[in-house]
C-alpha cells in the first residue's frame, strides 16, 4: 500500500475534492469512473465523516492494480452535508483483502493520528511515521 499526502487549493465542493483525488491515482479513464461511481455510491449508503474537520471515503474494488492512502489537506473549508467545515479527507482505495489497509485503519482508531493529519504543517515524513 502506498501513502500520500495531497494538499489542494481552490476546491470548490465534495464532487471537485473526489475527482482531484481519484485522477491522482493515474488510472484509466474508465477505471476512474468506476472507482467514482463506487464512492459516489458509498456517500449515499451515510455519511463517511469521521471527526469534526474529517472524512474518510473509501472504497474496495479488485479492479483497482494497487491499493492506496491518501490523506488529502484543503487550504480552505468545504461543505460535505451539513457540515460546512471539512478541511481533511482520507481517502481510501483498497483492493479486496489487503492487511496493509487493515492495520492503518487500525491507526485511524488513535484520535491524536486524526488530529495530527489535521495539521496543515504535516509532511510526507511525518505522515508515513503515523502510520509505520
Request: negative net charge; hydrophobic residues 40%.
Amino acid at each position: 500500500m502506498k501513502i500520500t499526502l495531497m494538499k489542494l487549493n481552490n476546491i470548490a465542493n465534495y464532487d471537485e475534492w473526489l475527482k482531484v483525488t481519484i485522477d491522482s491515482l493515474s488510472l484509466s479513464r474508465e477505471l476512474s469512473a468506476n472507482v467514482l461511481l463506487l464512492l459516489q455510491q458509498r456517500d449515499q449508503l451515510g455519511s463517511v465523516q469521521i471527526d469534526e474537520h474529517v472524512i474518510m471515503p473509501h472504497v474496495v474494488y479488485d479492479r483497482l492494480p494497487n491499493s492506496r492512502l491518501i490523506v488529502s489537506q484543503l487550504s480552505e473549508p468545504i461543505h460535505y452535508r451539513a457540515t460546512k467545515d471539512i478541511t481533511t479527507g482520507i481517502y481510501i482505495f483498497s483492493r479486496p483483502d489487503d492487511s496493509s489497509i487493515s492495520k492503518a485503519v487500525d491507526c485511524l482508531t488513535d484520535e491524536s493520528v486524526i488530529q495530527a493529519l489535521q495539521n496543515s504543517e504535516l509532511s510526507n515524513q511525518q505522515l508515513l511515521k503515523l502510520f509505520s
